[in-house]
């Protein structure tokens, strides 16, 4: 199983909502990591978590929060989104625990709106 | 923060070889190459990475200059389904791996 799974593949939320999106390893990688790409851009890290602690914050606002319940989950909760949060949230899984280190699993990603 | 200069596009007749230049003059020594690519809406997949020597793999080739400033992707007979953003990338300062802006690539048949 080379899989990163992600869920849901889509989420519209109002900016009031409290939401979760998901993703699940199952490769016995020890380092996840969350993303986000807007439209036509690259994507940019936001959190990596080695060995189901974090180990990255790249001064995310705290209305995303970022959760690693176990070494094959890795959640980010949402509350009180703006509309400029709407992209595309893709995690990944690695082997290594830094991400220069080794090769990146991507999920497909979550795609959020936020009206 | 690790930078890297690639091409905003380049073009690829369908069956002949892509050569996809980037530029990474601040690469650290012990850091490692890598190129992903990005195929419409889906997530990055992983090509090939490399640290000094010339790598070769089922979907590319990597060739470092000597300096390890630079590198090419190689994709040896390109198809449409090849047709992607590749990004070329290093480790940053903290060890995090920085996306630049890649190299739309376009397989035209």
């Known amino acids: 199983d080379t899989e990163v799974t992600q869920t849901p593949k889509h989420l519209v939320m109002g900016m009031t909502n409290k939401k979760s999106l998901k993703c699940e390893q199952h490769?016995?990688?020890?380092?996840m990591y969350w993303y986000k790409q807007k439209a036509k851009k690259p994507p940019e890290l936001m959190f990596v978590y080695s060995y189901e602690k974090l180990s990255i914050n790249e001064s995310v606002p705290s209305r995303f929060s970022p959760e690693c319940p176990n070494s094959s989950l890795l959640n980010l909760h949402l509350h009180a989104l703006q509309p400029e949060d709407s992209a595309l949230y893709l995690c990944?899984?690695?082997?290594?625990?830094?991400?220069?280190?080794?090769?990146?699993?991507f999920g497909e990603g979550s795609r959020l709106t936020v009206l | 923060d690790a930078k890297t200069t690639q091409p905003p596009s380049m073009d690829c007749a369908e069956g002949r070889a892509a050569n996809l230049p980037c530029n990474h003059s601040t690469i650290s020594g012990n850091e490692y190459v890598y190129w992903y690519r990005q195929i419409h809406s889906q997530g990055p997949q992983y090509i090939i990475h490399g640290l000094k020597n010339n790598e070769t793999n089922e979907m590319a080739s990597l060739i470092i200059t000597e300096d390890r400033k630079s590198s090419t992707l190689i994709l040896p007979h390109a198809t449409l389904r090849d047709t992607a953003v590749y990004y070329c990338m290093h480790g940053g300062s903290q060890g995090n791996l920085i996306f630049g802006k890649g190299t739309k690539l376009s397989v035209k048949p």
């Open positions: 490769m016995g990688h020890r380092a």
């Open positions: 990944a899984s690695s082997q290594a625990p830094r991400p220069s280190a080794g090769e990146l699993f």
